[in-house]
């Protein structure tokens, strides 16, 4: 089985629909993949509406989340998407979200940058907007050479000139509030270095003993270094260890599948579920 357990579409920052991202998946030749978009379900319909048959798909969310001045992402899998509390701080996250970036589209034209709300709104259409759509503007305006690029220290990286904080739930709260909606939890590209500052290995130890399931190890930011020490961590943890490609359609470099988790692994997170099961493709 080919599983892939972290992707994005258009109902956040990713550049497929969700009907397009779930045929892509299966052209891919992945049998499982994970619709995760940040801090939203809205996805959700129209990729199992679409969903081929032979694709299995697992309902998720990237969750936005802070610890001692660092942003980090969790990733939530098969939790109910109805569940009163998380729904409600998903929503306070995502309402943070236009001002952050109308805050950061303010920061880039005082650095000289001539991008407008205008040409961001455009860019992020109805998906949650975030930095990779002011990434993507910049890049239309030759600023950076690709998206990646845009998310250094001199421009929209944590520590960036053009940076500015939104609201992110503390990730002892989003492990809490998402086992109570049924869910399972992984931090995503922990040590993700080329992106900011990351929180120390005494946090990730701090987050396992409060239940955190897993942390996510073969990712594109991630070197063979890292994914070793990374798995290290995760055994002495007791740690689940998955692999993801973080795809995002044309707005990154990496593909489908690029990154996969094992099997048993995968099976372990659907055994610890029960807020919600795994969608199996009819041919939608």
């Known amino acids: 089985m080919r599983i892939d357990l972290h992707t994005h579409s258009t109902a956040s920052d990713g550049t497929d629909t969700p009907a397009e991202l779930v045929r892509n998946a299966a052209a891919a030749g992945l049998d499982v993949v994970a619709l995760t978009d940040h801090d939203t379900v809205g996805g959700y319909a129209e990729a199992r509406a679409a969903l081929p048959e032979g694709l299995t798909l697992v309902t998720g969310a990237e969750l936005s989340c802070r610890l001692d001045g660092v942003s980090l992402h969790m990733l939530a899998y098969l939790f109910d998407p109805d569940e009163p509390e998380l729904a409600r701080e998903r929503e306070l996250v995502r309402d943070d979200r236009v001002p952050r970036a109308r805050a950061m589209v ?15 709104a455009r860019i992020a259409g109805d998906g949650a907007v975030g930095r990779p759509h002011i990434a993507t503007a910049l890049v239309e305006l030759g600023v950076v050479g690709s998206v ?5 220290s001199e421009w929209l990286a944590n520590d960036g000139r053009a940076y500015v904080e939104k609201h992110e739930l503390d990730p002892f709260d989003a492990i809490r509030l998402v086992k109570a909606a049924g869910g399972v939890t992984v931090f995503a590209h922990p040590l993700a270095v080329k992106r ?3 929180v120390p290995e005494g946090a990730i130890a701090e987050l396992a003993a409060a239940g955190l399931d897993g942390i996510e190890v073969d990712h594109m930011d991630h070197d063979d270094p890292t994914r070793a020490r990374l798995r290290g961590l995760a055994a002495d943890l007791g740690l689940l260890t998955t692999g993801s490609s973080d795809y995002h359609g044309s707005r990154k470099t990496c593909g489908l599948g690029d990154c996969t988790t094992d099997p048993e692994i995968y099976g372990e997170i659907v055994r610890r579920a029960t807020g919600a099961f795994p969608v199996p493709g009819a041919g939608g």
């Open 148 to 152: 990646s690029d845009a998310f250094t």
């Open 106 to 120: 303010g920061k880039l034209r005082e650095l000289g940058v001539p991008v407008t709300w205008e040409q961001v």
């Open 196 to 198: 900011g500052s990351c």
